[in-house]
């Protein structure tokens, strides 16, 4: 096996992981809208899904930059070293930040991280977008159409990302409200709106995933 086949095997793992555990992410969060559950209990399903969520998250801070590797040995776009080892730095921050905002959750410091996580995914969905766009009509940096169009749904994949944190960030509060003072008609339809939301916006994330699966399979232009 030669190092092309490494990369892409890892690539290849590293999308497997992030879609399968997130799928199992979506699942818990469907769960807990049922309000034959505890409080208790679902706060420790949602906190069962932060904690798998943990894998898909790093798989998306890794995906990007294997990918370019695997893209430079085909010769579809040239990325100095320099900047190949600010993408490897800014995955393994991402990454560490990530932990250390799970082992702190509820804190002042959990919502800095998740702050500034969320300013790097605005941030990228702008780059991929731009680059994207800029490939498809001019063919460069990346060469391949099929890649171009890629890389512009993998932008897209962060805004979604964001949006879904939106949705799905006001339940933990909702939930420390139902501890204090019980369930209410009107704190359950607040879960269920929110979970909803969430649920709509996982989907359309689902089918950004499958879209960008088929385009680095078929490459179909």
Known sequence: MDS?????????????????ADLGVFTLALAIRNPDYSVA?????????????????????????VGLVLAESLGLVSVPNWLNGIFWVVAVVWICGEIVAFRN???????????????????I????TWYGIQSLRFG????ANWLALKVLLFGQVFLVSSLMAVCYAPVE????????????????????????????????LFLLLAAIAFLGLAKPI
């Open 4 to 20: 092309y086949q490494i990369w892409l095997y890892l690539h290849v793992l590293m999308f497997v992981y992030w879609l399968g």
């Open 41 to 65: 209990q679902r706060t420790l399903l949602m906190r069962m899904s932060l904690l798998i969520d943990m894998t898909p998250r790093a798989a998306m801070a890794l995906i990007a930059p």
């Open 105 to 123: 959750m509820g804190t002042p410091l959990m919502v800095r991280i998740y702050i500034g996580t969320g300013t790097l995914f605005v941030v």
């Open 125 to 128: 969905f702008g780059v991929c």
């Open 140 to 143: 460069e940096p990346f060469a």
């Open 173 to 204: 509060a909702i939930f420390r409200q139902m501890e204090e003072s019980g369930s209410t008609p009107e704190l359950e339809a607040r879960v269920r709106r929110q979970v909803n939301r969430g649920a709509v916006v996982t989907v359309l």
